[in-house]
């Protein structure tokens, strides 16, 4: 059973920048495609971005410029770079991953999430 964990969330003023981490207990995370999704207050969860495993990258069209998705496999670790933050971005961040395809809304495996608020 693949575990996910996320860190990284906080309290950031309007226009700041946050990274998201997201550590796997599984070293073969190479084989897993891994996306960030996130539900906000009052919100239905959305996909925000995927990284497959041969390091494609995928965006909401609502990040799309200010998030940047990376991996580090040698660290099972995969990041969210969170630039240009509006509070229509505050919400919990979710990290998923599978090995069949970059559907984030359908990954199999999911951490308990990491709180970005954004507010001045």
């Known amino acids: 059973q693949l575990q996910l964990v996320e860190s990284g969330g906080g309290l950031v003023q309007p226009g700041g920048s946050l990274r998201l ?38 965006y909401a069209d609502s990040v799309k410029g200010r998030f940047t998705i990376s991996r580090d496999n040698a660290k099972n670790t995969v990041y969210l770079q969170m630039n240009s933050l509006k509070p229509e971005d505050a919400a919990n ?9 970059c559907s984030v809304p359908n990954m199999r495996f999911w951490g308990k999430g990491t709180l970005v608020t954004v507010s001045s």
């Open 93 to 101: 961040y979710y990290c998923a991953a599978d090995r069949g395809s």
């Open 21 to 58: 981490s997201c550590v796997a207990s599984d070293s073969a995370l190479e084989y897993y495609h891994i996306g960030w999704s996130r539900q906000g207050p009052g919100k239905e969860r959305e996909g925000v971005s995927c990284i497959s495993t041969l390091s494609s990258t995928y």
